[in-house]
């Protein structure tokens, strides 16, 4: 029903910023809670936040909390998560999500269509 396409992964700093985009296809982009998940090696994929269908409710991992912003641009078919204060543990690839759930937000299991993932990758 949608698909969806990371971008903005990289090799930054420790300290260093980095803004990571998902473009969704289709028309019904606004019918879906959108959540970013990110995974290291040898690491479970963890969740790391989503945002609302209207973009006005957010959640976050206490790991990233004051450190990262989601949002989304409903018009542009995207959300966006600005990655600030960058540290060596946030290394992983990082996954954006869209589901249909509105109550089961923070673990996979709410997340019905996956992106490939983009490389984010903190030097210390």
């Known amino acids: 029903q949608v698909q969806l396409v990371e971008s903005g992964g990289g090799l930054v700093q420790a300290g260093g910023s980095l803004r990571l985009s998902c473009a969704a296809s289709g028309r019904t982009f606004t019918s879906y809670t959108m959540g970013w998940f990110r995974q290291a090696p040898g690491k479970e994929r963890e969740f790391v936040a989503t945002i609302n269908r209207s973009g006005d409710s957010t959640r976050y991992a206490d790991s990233v909390k004051g450190r990262f912003t989601i949002s989304r641009d409903n018009a542009k078919n995207t959300v966006y998560l600005q990655m600030n204060s960058l540290k060596p543990e946030d290394t992983a690839l990082y996954y954006c999500?869209?589901?249909?759930?509105?109550?089961?937000?923070?673990?996979?299991?709410?997340?019905?269509?996956w992106g490939q993932g983009t490389q984010v990758t903190v030097s210390s």
């Open positions: 999500a869209a589901g249909l759930r509105l109550l089961v937000v923070t673990t996979a299991l709410g997340y019905d269509y």
